[in-house]
Each structure stands twice: as C-alpha cells, then as structure tokens.
DNA sequence: ACCTGAACACCGTTCAAGT
DNA sequence: ACCTGAACACCGTTCAAGT
C-alpha cells in the first residue's frame, strides 16, 4: 500500500541498478526486495519486470556493473611484485567500497560472469613472477582465493574482531603482511 | 496445507537440526523453510518454535554442531610445517563435507561463535614457525583468510573450470600449490 | 509441557488489462 | 511500448487455543 504510482520520467534499467545498489550498500543484499526497490522509485513493483527478468538477474547486473569498476594494472615494464600488489589492493578496493554486495558476489559466483581479463593479468604478472608453467594454473586460482578470501573476511567483518593481549590491529596492516606473505611465497620458489 | 501433522515421537532439537543439515546438504540453505522442515519432520511448522528460537537460530545451531567436528592438531612435537598443512586440511575437509552450509557461515560469520581454539592452536604453530610477535596476529589472521578464501572458492565452485590450454586441473593438487605457498612464505621470513 | 490452526505481514512473479 | 492491479503460491513468526 501507500506506493503513488505516479512519476514523470519512463524508468530506466541504470535507474534501478543505481538504486538497487544504494539500497543494498545501506542495508545489505537481503534488505533489498522488489516490492521495496519499486517504492523507492515511486513505481509500481510489477514496473520492474520490464526491465529485468528476475530479482536474480537484476543482483547479477549490478554485481556486474561494479565489477567493471576494477582498475587493472596496465602492461607497462613495471616489476611483478608491484604489479602483483597493485591489482591486490584495486581488488580490495572495489569490495570496500560496497561490502554487502561483495558478500553476495562470493558465495553466488555466477552472478559474475567470469572476468576473464582478471585471470589474463594475473598470469602475465605470474609468468614475470617466474612461475612455472605447470604450476601456473594452480598458482593463480590459490592466489586468488586468498586474496577474495581476505577481502572477504574483511566484508563480513571478521577481521575487526579484538586481538589477544596486544589491542586491536589495523586491518590495513593486516592486509599488507598478507600481501607480503603471498610475494615472499611466491619469490621462494625463484631461484 | 496437506501436513499430516501426526507422529509418535516427541521431536528432539537433535533431530530439527539433523533434517535440517541434511537438507541443506541436498538443495542449498536458500531451500530450507521452516515450513518445508516440518512438513520434513512431518509436524507443524509451529512447532519447531519450540525447540528453536528463530530460523537464524536453528541455523546457528547447525554451523555450531558442523564446526565442532574440526580436528585440530595437538600439541605434540610435530614439525609446525606439518602441524600447519594438517590444520588446513582438517579445515578444508568439514567445508567439503557441507559445502553449502559452509558457503553461509562465511557469509554469516555470526552463525559461528568465535572458535577461539581454532586461534589458539594456530598462534602456537606460528609462533613454531618463529613468526615475530608484532606480526603475530596480522599473520594469523592473514593465513586464516587465505584458507578459508580458498575452502570458500571451492564450495562455491570457482575452482573447477575449465583452465587455458592445460586442461582442467585438479583441486587438490591447487589445495597443495596453496598450502605450499604459504609455508614457502613463512618460511621466507624466518632466517 | 508440548503441539496446533488461524492469522499477519511480508515475499517473487504471472497474467490479463489498461494507456 | 510501457505500466498497472489483482491474484497465486510461497515465506517467517505471533498468538490464542487445544491436549
């Protein structure tokens, strides 16, 4: 009830992601609902549905639309840990800045087609690396998973929690020795 | 309707949170009703309120009774290098059991009150590790990250795609790859 | 104590109808 | 083409009533 109908501009598909992603960034991904998405845009509930297919194919193209946000290290002659460190951190960056949302990316994978052009820099930052081709492969998948495993650790909030007897620790430092960890690891195994 | 709501035992929290493990296990915790449990346990849907306090709550419980299952390593005088590759193993194999349950309590940390053994037992084998105290906790945390991002990717089956021209790779041989690179890592920093 | 039926306030989505 | 209202098949949960 109590939803006016009326508007003047004829509703477009950016309006509702925009929104859709404002509401979720508030509230969290389980707070949205078509029936509230529609009141916000002061429109009817069924509006929505010709625009978007489903309430799932609608979460996937705003998980999308933010995922097109990662700025990727360019190509240029700069050493691999920098560049290893530098996608790192935009990866981080882009789950910050709406956690909720990252939250939902993660435990529904298909709700982002898969970023093929992520995996391409990240094994052209492995090969600089010296990985070897056998272990390529492996080596990119585990390094991934760390690092959306931090970020999402970080999204839900488990990281914030009260250390033992030396006080809270800054979760950006946190990340750092994670990263430095990883590119110690990975200089191990070169000679 | 059609919920034949007669049985002869009393229906125990031990049996909710059984059925509803198990269902979880066959369609996913997005599939589990209140009501499609009862009608499971063939009871009413009021009735589960008796023994649980919420759906929140039930679910809780039944991360709860997963979790308990981790077999930590003791603290005899194994090598923390294999101390740590257990640890993650143990950790990795609950997940596999359940990977739908586990897909949520990663998402819903607070479905799992804070294992602090978990941490404990992992400090001790870091700090076998020579980790130094100052980077105690970032590296602790760090590491619980990276395998639970892994064990999480798993579960939500990113890791199972087909690769470039190699062929699809086996996870367990990722697992390895990760877990060598972590050690490698630790490793790195200990003179 | 333990269980139940009816009810309330929500969902996503279909469908026929309106402009 | 774009929007709408009514309706359907679901939810979790409250509450008063039953044994």
Redesign the interface.
Known sequence: MAVSARRGEPLTLEEICATALRMIDAGGVDSLSMRKLAAELDVNPMSLYHHVDSKTALLQQVCSMVALRLRLPADDGTPWRDQLRALGYAYRSIAQRHPSLW??V????EALK?DYLLWDVL?RILVAAGVPP??????R??????????V???C????A?Q??P?GA?DVD??????V??????????RP
Chains 1, 2 share one sequence.
């Open positions: 939250l939902y993660q435990s529904h994978p898969h094994n056998e272990r390529l492969a492996h080596t998948k585990a390094l991934f998973t760390f690092v959306s495993g931090f999402f650790a970080e839900a909030g488990i990281l929690e250390d033992g030396g620790a430092d946190t990340f750092e020795v994670a430095d960890l990883i590119i110690a690891g990975l200089s191990a195994a």
